[in-house]
Nanobody
């Protein structure tokens, strides 16, 4: 059974930083793309960032560009999201996800939730102004 467990969320003042981690267990995903999304109360799930299977390609939402950095360590089956210069509007539950399928394909980033097959439960990020 595949599990994605996010960690690193918390409460921080505006301008501060947090580093989120997401560890996958149950199987390895060396060919999978990984993504971070967020969801605030009453709002739809929103794309934040995504990274290709080998870390060679990344994609960011406009709101994350220049402030957030996604990375991955395939040896640890873990993806990270370094978030700097946090703003109050970054407050949300942050979820990681796996974009993957059977076969020999190597997966690239994607920005829509329906492209992802496994999801974590999320970690709360609260930024106070």
């Amino acid at each position: 059974q595949v599990q994605l467990v996010e960690s690193g969320g918390g409460m921080v003042q505006a301008g501060g930083s947090l580093r989120l981690s997401c560890e996958a267990s149950g199987r390895t995903f060396p060919s999978a793309a990984m993504g971070w999304f967020r969801q605030a109360p009453g709002k739809e799930r929103e794309f934040v960032s995504s990274i290709s299977w080998n870390g060679g390609t990344t994609d960011y939402a406009d709101s994350a560009k220049g402030r957030f950095t996604i990375s991955r360590d395939n040896a640890k089956n873990t993806v990270y999201l370094q978030m700097d210069s946090l703003k109050a509007e970054d407050t949300a539950v942050y979820l990681c996800a796996v974009r993957w399928g059977t076969g020999t394909r190597y997966w690239e980033p994607a920005a829509t939730p329906d492209q992802y097959v496994y999801w974590g439960q999320g970690t709360q990020v609260t930024v106070s102004s």
